[in-house]
């Protein structure tokens, strides 16, 4: 059972979960949810085509002008409790790596601190621990947060992705967060070249085994792009297998930015595999 605000999630539930970046500067679609106006038709766009958490980030992740404790929350703080207004059931995440601005975000009704970096601040799973809120543990090698990975190697990526997350869900466990609250992240292109996701994508039931719930983030990334080689516009039938391929290796929670196909494909998978049931059945019964 994964539980996230007021809400239990059974195991073989997926969810999507929907990117709504407050950045001018993000990797896809620069810009395009900056301005408040159009952040607020994304949120309700996701909503209305099946997102079940909106991930709400101010900070791109990739290497850029600074952007501040400060400004982080400025750009994710209020809106998220607008959202919270406007939608008090639905699950909202703060896609942060900061203490403070998880605790500003927490404090606007935030459920969930989707921490991207790899438990760089150790004290944010003290505030996810204080708010009742869940924890995304995420493996990052020894990637710093803003920063490319840069000829990284591993003996054996999959093995150092289960030590790493499963180290930061024990500390999460310890710091107070509720086990049934705590998701693992592979963290496809942090801290890792095109082969070395490749890989964790063909191995991802070695995390799903672990019981946590798995998230994967692997929407438009670069190792579908030099997969197919194509640039970020044109990723998504690329995204949409590689989501396919994790839905039946087990993943549970998949953030993305195009949320109506993304639905469609994980609960096809999750009704091939038996968790969820036809919406209708009425060939050869009539």
């Excluded at 403070?100 to 989707?114: I, P, V």
């Excluded at 920063?147 to 500390?171: C, E, G, I, K, N």
């Excluded at 930015?257 to 595999?273: F, G, L, P």
């Amino acid at each position: 059972m994964l539980r996230l605000g007021k809400h239990e999630f059974p195991a073989g539930q997926p969810l999507i979960m929907a990117i709504v970046n407050r950045t001018p500067d993000s990797f896809f679609q620069p810009g395009v949810t900056w301005a408040e106006s159009a952040a607020w038709e994304r949120v309700d766009q996701a909503i209305a085509e099946g997102a079940d958490i909106i991930d709400v980030g101010g900070i791109p992740a990739a290497p850029g002008s600074d952007v501040d404790v400060a400004e982080e929350i400025r750009r994710i703080a209020g809106f998220i409790a607008a959202i919270r207004s406007r939608y008090p059931d639905i699950v909202i995440s703060a896609d942060t790596w900061r203490h403070q601005t998880g605790r500003a975000a927490c404090e606007a009704g935030a459920d969930l601190l989707n921490d991207s970096w790899g438990g760089y601040d150790e004290q944010l799973a003290a505030v996810a621990a204080e708010f009742g809120a869940g924890l995304v543990c995420a493996h990052v090698g020894s990637q710093q947060p803003r920063t490319r990975p840069f000829r990284v190697a591993y003996p054996d990526v999959m093995a150092d992705v289960l030590a790493q997350t499963l180290r930061q869900a024990s500390r999460a466990l310890a710091a107070g967060v509720q086990s049934d609250r705590i998701v693992l992240d592979p963290a496809h292109d942090f801290g890792k070249n095109t082969w070395h996701s490749l890989e964790v994508t063909r191995r991802l039931g070695e995390l799903t085994a672990t019981g946590w719930p798995v998230l994967v983030s692997l929407s438009n990334k670069d190792f579908v792009g030099e997969s197919l080689d194509v640039p970020p516009e044109h990723r998504l039938t690329g995204t949409l297998a590689a989501t396919a391929v994790s839905a039946w290796h087990g993943a549970r929670i998949f953030r993305v930015h195009q949320v109506r196909e993304s639905r469609q494909v994980v609960d096809m998978v999750a009704t091939i595999r038996g968790d969820r049931p036809p919406a209708r059945t009425v060939r050869g019964l009539a």
